[in-house]
């Protein structure tokens, strides 16, 4: 289990872009708190003890800050992103969901209320969404500040999304400090779909940086709209979609954290059975073949729906 984090993309407000989520019915703050600390309980009971949360994901942090008060828990490890700032006002068919932008007057106030939630116990601070045209990369002063973060004792790392993730990853890690790189930590979207992240996540391993994937099951789409080959895979070896499409993220050479979004404890669950999950040299030949262009695959999710 010390390759798996929970991440609450999906529990720390009313809507997300995931298919097959397994949310309350009500969705109004208090039961969206209960559902979250149910899946925070049912995770570390299984030996999970990473949490993934993000400034953007709604009250996340100020759930996960309940929950650890109120668990008296100190051997979780806590990641949390700074750069996206959520402005649905807690509406389902809000236009806009959350707004982007990485700049120093952002970075310090979102760290300011990071710690309001969860002092004490961030690990990992993580610019949201590093794409090579973000200005982080010529803003110096921004750039400083993060080593500066880094110095104080907490590591800083980045994610990132879209068609261009390996050329925005490789960049980041030439960024430079006083001499010094900034970032130690990549969190990257790599599945069965999008797998075009692979060989720079693998490059960034080998250099001795902590690598996290996300959006493991391509939100939702390797359950709900798993391939054949998936479907067939899962059957064989009596287990769900989900738990092959995250055992095949387990199963990289590069070591991998996996980041899950699970909605309830069922799904956690679910997701869990991918850990010992043994995939064969057949099965392997088969999910190589599900990879996606990665403009297509990064247009698709554009255009899937919050709800």
């Known amino acids: 289990m010390e390759r798996i984090a929970v991440g609450l993309a999906a529990l720390g407000r009313p809507a997300y872009l995931n298919l097959g989520q397994d949310l309350p019915e009500v969705r109004d703050v208090p039961s969206m708190r209960a559902a979250t600390h149910a899946v925070l309980d049912a995770a570390y009971a299984a030996g999970v003890r990473w ?6 994901y709604g009250r996340s942090e100020e759930f996960l800050g309940s929950w650890l008060a109120d668990r008296g828990h100190q051997d979780v490890t806590v990641s949390s992103k700074w750069g996206y700032r959520y402005v649905a006002g807690w509406r389902v068919d809000a236009d806009v969901h959350e707004v982007k932008e990485h700049t120093l007057p952002r970075f310090r106030e979102q760290w300011a209320q990071t710690q309001e939630s969860l002092a004490g116990h961030v690990d990992l601070y993580q610019v949201h969404s590093l794409t090579v045209d973000s200005p982080l990369f010529t803003d110096r002063a921004l750039v400083d500040a993060l080593a500066e973060l880094s110095a ?7 994610s990132t999304s879209g068609p261009g993730q390996a050329d925005a990853l490789r ?29 720079a996540l693998a490059e960034a391993r080998a250099a001795g940086k902590r690598v996290l994937v996300k959006e493991t099951l391509a939100n939702g ?87």
């Open 51 to 56: 949490v993934d949360v993000a400034r953007s």
């Open 221 to 307: 789409r390797l359950v709900a709209e798993a391939p054949e080959a998936v479907r067939r895979i899962a059957r064989e070896h009596r287990t769900g979609p989900d738990a092959v499409a995250v055992a095949a993220v387990l199963g990289q050479g590069w070591a991998p954290v996996a980041v899950l979004g699970p909605s309830s404890p069922g799904q956690l669950a679910e997701n869990l059975a991918a850990v010992g999950l043994a995939l064969s040299g057949q099965d392997w030949d088969a999910l190589g073949e599900l990879r996606e262009d990665p403009r297509e695959y990064w247009a698709h999710r554009s255009h899937l729906g919050w709800s």
């Open 152 to 158: 104080d004792g907490v590591e800083v790392g980045f």
């Open 171 to 199: 960049r980041a890690f030439e960024l430079e400090s006083g001499g010094q790189p900034v970032f130690s930590s990549v969190q990257s979207t790599w599945n069965l779909l999008e797998q075009s992240a692979g060989p």
